[in-house]
């Protein structure tokens, strides 16, 4: 998975990254959804582990055009985990009461704490995306903030946080099918926002605020991957591997902690059956 990885100080060109890609499976959906049971099943247990362990913190981000799937990740990949250790905190339209902060207040406050995975549904970087191409502030302002985010995310990595990001990417064609089925399927019209429609038409211009953001924002700290995502079983497997191989570098062991266990199990009245 180390191929969709953008290296540090890396030029993005979204057009060169295939939206489409299957990697190794060429296109084989159904030894591709094999192979995100075994992977789903195993970050299920390494869950369990690092909640046990209470000692990592591992912060997930998502972002991605609407309907890129930020969603469909958090149901497909996460499915299995125990919610108890797994957060999913979502950054909308900031309230007037976020927006009388700076824009890391209402993002600090929701990062992980020991032993607990947290996933960010968009995150701090919707401020120099939707922000950059809606002229929400300045220029002059945003763009002092890839060096910002860069510096918050090294204090969290340098406090004991993991931090992996996925950018989920799909073409406009790819989105345009979407939209149609979410038009198409009364029960999935909730989903349907009319000014997603206003969005879509400055694709050019998220494209290239991604670009930057991808290319500015990659380190060794806190690296964005670019998920091909327009095969839903190909992103999430790939998203589901990246999880499994960072949780299983963490080592983690259960140790025996607890001293005088014969005279504990005394106390109990002895053996158990
Ligand atoms: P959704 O993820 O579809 O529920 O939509 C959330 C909306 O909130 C998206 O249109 C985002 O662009 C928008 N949003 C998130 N963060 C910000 C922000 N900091 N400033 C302005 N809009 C934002
Ligand atoms: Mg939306």
């Known amino acids: 998975m180390?191929?969709?990885?953008v290296k540090p100080g890396d030029k993005v060109d979204l057009d060169k990254w295939d939206s489409q890609d299957t990697g190794a499976y060429q296109g084989n959906k159904s030894d591709g959804k094999d192979r995100l049971e075994e992977l789903t099943a195993e970050l299920e247990e390494l869950q369990e582990l690092l909640?046990?362990?209470n000692k990592h913190k591992v912060l997930v981000?998502?972002?991605?055009?609407?309907?890129?799937?930020k969603?469909?990740?958090?149901?497909?990949?996460?499915?299995?985990?125990?919610?108890?250790?797994v957060r999913v905190a979502g950054f909308k339209v900031p309230?007037?009461?976020?927006?009388?902060?700076?824009?890391?207040?209402?993002?600090?406050?929701q990062v992980p704490g020991n032993g607990e995975i947290v996933i960010f549904n968009r995150s701090h970087y919707e401020d120099v995306l939707v922000v950059r191409v809606h002229g929400?502030?300045?220029?002059?302002?945003?763009?002092?903030?890839?060096?910002?985010?860069?510096?918050?995310?090294?204090?969290?990595?340098?406090?004991g946080t993991t931090i992996l990001k996925f950018f989920l990417h799909v073409d406009p064609e790819e989105q345009r099918q979407r939209l149609l089925a979410r038009l198409d399927d009364p029960s999935k019209h909730w989903k349907f926002n009319p000014g997603d429609l206003k969005e879509r038409e400055r694709w050019g211009e998220y494209q290239q605020a991604y670009e930057d953001a991808l290319g500015k924002t990659s380190t060794a700290w806190a690296p964005w991957y670019i998920v091909p995502a327009n095969k839903k079983w190909?992103?999430?497997?790939?998203?589901?591997?990246?999880?499994?191989?960072?949780?299983?570098?963490?080592?983690?062991?259960?140790?025996?902690?607890l001293e005088d266990v014969p005279g504990l199990k005394a106390q109990l009245g002895g053996s158990s059956d």
């Open 51 to 53: 909640f046990a362990e």
């Open 2 to 5: 180390e191929r969709y990885r």
């Open 95 to 109: 309230t007037p009461q976020e927006l009388a902060h700076d824009y890391f207040w209402r993002v600090h406050q």
């Open 136 to 159: 929400l502030v300045p220029p002059a302002r945003w763009k002092k903030r890839y060096d910002q985010i860069n510096a918050f995310e090294k204090m969290l990595a340098e406090e």
């Open 234 to 257: 190909y992103r999430n497997l790939v998203i589901a591997s990246v999880l499994v191989e960072t949780l299983k570098g963490f080592d983690m062991k259960l140790e025996a902690q």
């Open 61 to 69: 981000v998502l972002q991605g055009m609407d309907t890129s799937g």
């Open 71 to 85: 969603d469909g990740v958090i149901r497909h990949v996460f499915e299995g985990v125990n919610p108890q250790g």
